[in-house]
């Protein structure tokens, strides 16, 4: 098997293939890395959008391991760059799609592609966010989401997901360009979520608004 570090994913049929050796890729990752606490909403970085990737080095290499670290300690399934306040474009995840197959990767400069219309099926679950602690709301994306960028050595690579595993691509991405969850919803819902934000208590680590 080739070093976790220089064969992030594999690619076949134009996807990357990201269900192959999780717990191991995850761990490696993590145990190299450091928990960084967790920016929240009112926080400058989160409300931008993040500068492109350029350099594909050891400095990118050790940035994804402590986003690794800072996602299991704050028990997520995604953290984009900026929620641990870097002004950078990648995100990485560690989530389960619907059928519970885990999927484990880093995507650096994500785009959202377009879908046809017949694969813009809407799902109205809910979601939440690590840096809108303790909220949750309901809120329609696809159902399936396809997510093109670079991994960790500057290569191409293109991420398909379906159900929990789609919203999650989704809501990485939104974040690397300057977009919180909360921001696609009613101006009701959004003021519901803040509340739920206000009135709880988060598990991990947060940075302070100023």
Do not use: W
């Not at 880093?106 to 785009?111: D, K, T």
């Not at 809407?122 to 602690?133: I, M, Q």
């Amino acid at each position: 098997m080739a070093s976790q570090q220089d064969t992030e994913q594999s690619v076949v049929d134009d996807f990357i293939i990201d269900t192959e050796d999780c717990e191991e890729r995850e761990r490696a990752h993590r145990e190299r890395g450091t928990s960084r606490p967790i920016t929240v909403v009112g926080n400058p970085v989160l409300h931008r959008e993040c500068r492109d990737v350029t350099e594909f080095g050891d400095e990118l290499a050790a940035l994804v391991d402590d986003m690794f670290a800072s996602q299991r300690a704050a028990e997520g399934v995604g953290l984009a760059a900026n929620q641990i306040g870097v002004d950078l474009k990648v995100f990485v995840y560690d989530c389960p799609d619907d059928e519970g197959v885990r999927h484990v990767g880093v995507v650096c400069n994500p785009v959202l592609e377009e879908l046809p219309a017949e694969r813009r099926v809407l799902d109205e679950s809910n979601e939440g966010c690590l840096s809108v602690p303790t909220a949750y709301a309901a809120l329609a994306r696809p159902d399936y989401a396809v997510v093109s960028g670079r991994d960790l050595q500057g290569n191409p690579i293109r991420v398909q997901g379906t159900g929990y595993f789609a919203r999650c691509l989704q809501h990485e991405t939104d974040h690397l360009y300057g977009r919180l969850y909360i921001d696609r919803l009613s101006k009701r819902d959004r003021k519901d979520a803040l509340k739920q934000m206000a009135e709880g208590t988060p598990r991990y680590e947060t940075v302070p608004n100023d």
